[in-house]
């Protein structure tokens, strides 16, 4: 894979399946390096059959697909050409889509009401003024700030355009969900929720009176990490979020941070994905996602405590997924590099669906004599694609689509598992992915090392584009999850609270030295690189050693201290995670785990990369790395990238994307270079 090659990361959204679960309909985007952009369309993919799947719709962005529940019609969302995605509705065997809305900021998460004429979805309501198509931000009125929470990375300032709940009324030519009606103007929508706190995937109940949401709506919202699940009435009028009926009750003593929410088929409760935040709200550190069920609310009485079925300290979810079967929720598991589909039992217990090198990204259930699971997963050899699973776990999956097979045709090469023991005995699970010995040789290869961001999170066996194309540039990568990543349980995680650069360094150095016995692999000519945590991890290695011939830090955590206030969760994630430097003890075992506190110790060639809206780690921490390196004389550069946030690796515009590729294999050849 080369940094060309960057069109061919076709990646399915979650399925939307059929009542008749005969098919399901998935989005499938791409990085368009012509338009700078990222398109896709609506594909029908047939789930029984031999039948191939086909497009059904021809937009530049067409995403977030939602099929209504007589099978007649699917809901998206579609964005024009540096355009706002705004929401549409299509005959589900394809045709000319009608546009419902209009809104200035876009829209997203359409979901259709259980009787099908309707469609709620998100969007977010600018303040007068603010935000006006071909305006002058600069001559907008000042924001007045009175909380720590007021913007967010990729988002941008959230206060003056919090996020809320609509409805729409589905157009049909004669008054019945029968045939859709070509409007000649967008519809009216109705603002179902209004007020200062940002709503969260909404989803109806079986009902159709009320939608559950997610809304931080409780007294001390401004100053914890807490969440609660609450009922929307569907009714013709806004309600304040304050004043939404609670499923889950943080001013009642609720600790959890609620992910994300799913009525039960039978509509007496909820399924939440949340986080136990502890007392303080503020808990978060390796706190596993786990499944919870709350019954609804009776009116006149207290919201009842949430059940959390899943261990609290072995178990970690992705959030992102959620579905029920007839037997129970489905849900995504993350362990060791992996994502698997489970199902979970009345008592808790994992039955797992797809389980191996796959890693989940949605999951929905098609119904019929006998049920079973569509999922969109990716694996070793694939960015993602559609499958079907049993779900009794009786039989193998089915792919019903092939999006990877271009980007296998330009060459993947699939990692091999690596495992190590720390100083202290621990073991350390990661990946060595080597070059292809037909184009550079049987090595040994010079060797990258590259470390996660997060820490709270995890590499695994998908394919991965940074690792992909430094492999078939000639360089072999070591990469892996030490302590402080997800997937491992709790334990695991918080290893590194109060103590970063400490095991994880051993950990990463121990999962290097083990590949480094591998005859492909150099041990003598070796680099390291990451981004965020991975950043910070990077530069602290340079503190550490002289290892490494060079380094690549990536939109790094380098300065505690200036993190916290800078950063939109810097206001509470190196408290947690590093300590408070408010006194002398806690500035002392802050400067201990800090890279900036250690930086004349750095003798390596150093690349900085950042960018310039990054508002997770702000571009401050890179550009004083940058200037702190070149001021003591060592080989230093700054890669800063206009207009791009925390997340330019994974959604940034493709230019840059292969822009970033093409200075660091730049990089690497100049320090690290292959024969």
């Given at each position: 894979?080369t940094?060309?090659d960057l069109?061919l990361?076709s990646v399915?959204?979650?399925p939307a399946v059929?009542?008749?679960?005969?098919a399901?309909v998935?989005a499938?985007?791409?990085?368009d390096l012509e338009?700078?952009e990222y398109?896709?369309?609506?594909w029908l993919v047939?789930l029984?059959g031999?039948?191939?799947p086909h497009?059904?719709?021809r937009?530049?962005?067409?995403?977030?697909p939602?099929?209504?529940?007589?099978g007649?019609?699917?809901?998206?969302c579609r964005?024009?050409p540096?355009?706002?995605?705004?929401?549409?509705?299509v005959?589900?065997?394809?045709g000319?889509?009608?546009?419902?809305?209009?809104a200035?900021l876009?829209?997203?998460?359409p979901?259709?009401?259980p009787?099908?004429?309707?469609?709620a979805y998100?969007a977010r309501?600018?303040?007068?003024?603010?935000?006006?198509?071909?305006?002058?931000?600069?001559?907008e009125?000042?924001?007045?700030?009175?909380s720590?929470?007021y913007?967010?990375?990729?988002?941008?300032?959230e206060?003056?355009?919090r996020?809320?709940?609509f409805?729409?009324q589905?157009p049909t030519?004669?008054g019945?969900?029968?045939?859709?009606a070509?409007?000649?103007e967008v519809?009216?929508?109705?603002?179902?929720?209004?007020g200062?706190?940002?709503?969260r995937g909404?989803?109806w109940?079986p009902?159709?009176d009320?939608?559950?949401?997610?809304?931080?709506?409780?007294?001390d919202r401004e100053e914890?990490?807490r969440?609660?699940a609450?009922?929307v009435?569907?009714?013709?009028s806004a309600?304040?979020?304050l004043?939404?009926?609670?499923v889950?009750?943080?001013d009642?003593?609720s600790?959890?941070?609620?992910?994300?929410?799913l009525?039960?088929a039978?509509?007496?409760?909820?399924w939440l994905l949340a986080?136990?935040?502890?007392?303080?709200?503020?808990?978060?550190?390796?706190?596993?996602?786990?499944?919870?069920?709350a019954?609804?609310p009776v009116a006149g009485?207290?919201?009842?405590?949430?059940v959390?079925l899943?261990?609290?300290?072995?178990v970690d979810l992705?959030a992102?997924v959620?579905?029920?079967s007839?037997?129970?929720?489905?849900?995504?598991?993350q362990?060791?590099g992996a994502?698997?589909?489970?199902r979970?039992?009345?008592?808790?217990?994992?039955?797992?669906?797809l389980?191996?090198?796959?890693?989940?990204?949605g999951?929905?259930?098609?119904?019929?004599a006998?049920?079973f699971?569509v999922?969109t997963?990716a694996?070793p050899?694939?960015a993602?694609?559609v499958l079907?699973?049993p779900?009794?776990?009786s039989?193998a999956a089915a792919?019903?689509?092939?999006l990877?097979?271009p980007l296998?045709?330009?060459?993947?090469r699939?990692?091999r598992?690596?495992?190590?023991?720390?100083p202290?005995g621990?073991?350390?699970h990661?990946w060595?992915?080597?070059?292809d010995?037909?184009?550079?040789?049987p090595?040994p290869y010079?060797?990258i090392?590259m470390?996660?961001?997060?820490p709270h999170a995890q590499?695994t066996?998908?394919v991965?584009d940074?690792?992909?194309?430094l492999?078939?540039?000639g360089?072999?990568v070591?990469?892996?999850?030490p302590?402080g990543?997800s997937?491992y349980?709790?334990?695991h995680?918080?290893?590194?609270?109060?103590a970063?650069?400490?095991?994880?360094?051993?950990?990463v150095?121990?999962?290097?030295?083990?590949?480094?016995?591998?005859?492909?692999?150099?041990a003598?000519?070796?680099?390291?690189?990451?981004?965020s945590?991975?950043?910070y991890?990077t530069?602290w290695l340079?503190?550490?050693?002289d290892?490494f011939?060079?380094?690549?830090?990536?939109?790094?955590?380098l300065d505690?201290?200036?993190?916290?206030g800078?950063?939109?969760i810097g206001?509470?994630?190196?408290?947690?995670?590093?300590g408070?430097?408010?006194?002398?003890?806690g500035?002392?075992?802050?400067?201990?785990?800090?890279?900036m506190a250690?930086v004349g110790?750095?003798r390596?060639p150093?690349?900085?990369?950042h960018?310039?809206q990054d508002?997770?780690?702000?571009?401050?921490q890179?550009?004083?790395?940058f200037?702190e390196?070149r001021?003591?004389g060592?080989?230093?550069?700054l890669?800063?990238f206009p207009?791009?946030?925390h997340?330019?690796?994974?959604s940034?515009?493709p230019?840059h994307?292969?822009q970033?590729?093409?200075?660091v294999?730049a990089?690497?050849?100049?320090?690290?270079?292959?024969?």
């Amino acid at each position: 894979m080369t940094p060309d090659d960057l069109p061919l990361l076709s990646v399915p959204s979650a399925p939307a399946v059929l009542p008749d679960g005969s098919a399901a309909v998935v989005a499938v985007t791409h990085p368009d390096l012509e338009t700078d952009e990222y398109t896709g369309q609506l594909w029908l993919v047939p789930l029984v059959g031999d039948a191939a799947p086909h497009r059904i719709t021809r937009g530049h962005r067409d995403t977030a697909p939602d099929v209504s529940p007589d099978g007649r019609w699917v809901a998206f969302c579609r964005a024009e050409p540096r355009g706002k995605p705004q929401l549409y509705v299509v005959e589900a065997t394809g045709g000319e889509p009608v546009r419902l809305t209009d809104a200035p900021l876009g829209v997203s998460a359409p979901r259709f009401s259980p009787d099908g004429r309707r469609i709620a979805y998100l969007a977010r309501v600018p303040e007068e003024g603010r935000y006006v198509a071909g305006g002058d931000p600069a001559g907008e009125p000042a924001r007045h700030i009175t909380s720590f929470r007021y913007r967010g990375d990729g988002v941008g300032f959230e206060r003056d355009k919090r996020q809320h709940v609509f409805v729409v009324q589905v157009p049909t030519a004669d008054g019945a969900p029968a045939q859709l009606a070509r409007v000649t103007e967008v519809p009216e929508s109705t603002a179902l929720t209004r007020g200062d706190a940002e709503v969260r995937g909404a989803r109806w109940l079986p009902s159709g009176d009320a939608l559950v949401a997610v809304v931080p709506r409780h007294a001390d919202r401004e100053e914890d990490l807490r969440r609660d699940a609450v009922l929307v009435p569907a009714g013709s009028s806004a309600v304040d979020v304050l004043d939404l009926v609670p499923v889950t009750d943080a001013d009642r003593g609720s600790t959890l941070g609620v992910e994300a929410v799913l009525p039960s088929a039978d509509g007496t409760s909820v399924w939440l994905l949340a986080t136990d935040l502890g007392a303080s709200g503020h808990d978060f550190v390796a706190a596993q996602v786990g499944l919870f069920r709350a019954a609804l609310p009776v009116a006149g009485q207290e919201p009842a405590v949430p059940v959390r079925l899943t261990d609290a300290d072995a178990v970690d979810l992705d959030a992102g997924v959620l579905a029920e079967s007839p037997d129970g929720p489905l849900v995504a598991v993350q362990h060791r590099g992996a994502v698997h589909l489970a199902r979970v039992t009345d008592d808790g217990a994992l039955v797992t669906l797809l389980g191996d090198r796959h890693v989940v990204s949605g999951a929905a259930v098609a119904s019929g004599a006998v049920p079973f699971a569509v999922v969109t997963a990716a694996h070793p050899t694939s960015a993602g694609d559609v499958l079907t699973v049993p779900l009794d776990g009786s039989g193998a999956a089915a792919p019903r689509t092939d999006l990877s097979a271009p980007l296998r045709g330009a060459g993947v090469r699939e990692p091999r598992e690596v495992e190590a023991t720390a100083p202290d005995g621990y073991p350390v699970h990661g990946w060595v992915v080597t070059p292809d010995p037909e184009r550079h040789g049987p090595g040994p290869y010079p060797t990258i090392l590259m470390i996660h961001g997060g820490p709270h999170a995890q590499y695994t066996h998908a394919v991965f584009d940074e690792v992909q194309v430094l492999a078939a540039a000639g360089w072999a990568v070591v990469l892996g999850n030490p302590r402080g990543s997800s997937g491992y349980g709790r334990a695991h995680g918080r290893a590194i609270h109060r103590a970063f650069g400490t095991v994880d360094t051993d950990d990463v150095l121990a999962l290097l030295d083990a590949a480094a016995t591998l005859p492909e692999v150099d041990a003598d000519r070796v680099g390291v690189m990451g981004g965020s945590y991975g950043g910070y991890l990077t530069a602290w290695l340079t503190t550490r050693t002289d290892r490494f011939a060079a380094a690549v830090v990536e939109r790094g955590f380098l300065d505690p201290v200036s993190f916290v206030g800078s950063s939109d969760i810097g206001w509470f994630f190196g408290l947690e995670y590093l300590g408070d430097a408010a006194d002398e003890d806690g500035a002392r075992a802050v400067a201990a785990q800090s890279p900036m506190a250690h930086v004349g110790a750095v003798r390596t060639p150093t690349l900085v990369i950042h960018s310039e809206q990054d508002w997770r780690c702000p571009v401050e921490q890179g550009q004083r790395w940058f200037v702190e390196l070149r001021r003591r004389g060592v080989e230093a550069e700054l890669l800063l990238f206009p207009g791009e946030g925390h997340e330019l690796t994974r959604s940034g515009r493709p230019r840059h994307r292969r822009q970033r590729f093409e200075h660091v294999l730049a990089w690497w050849g100049r320090h690290l270079p292959t024969s």
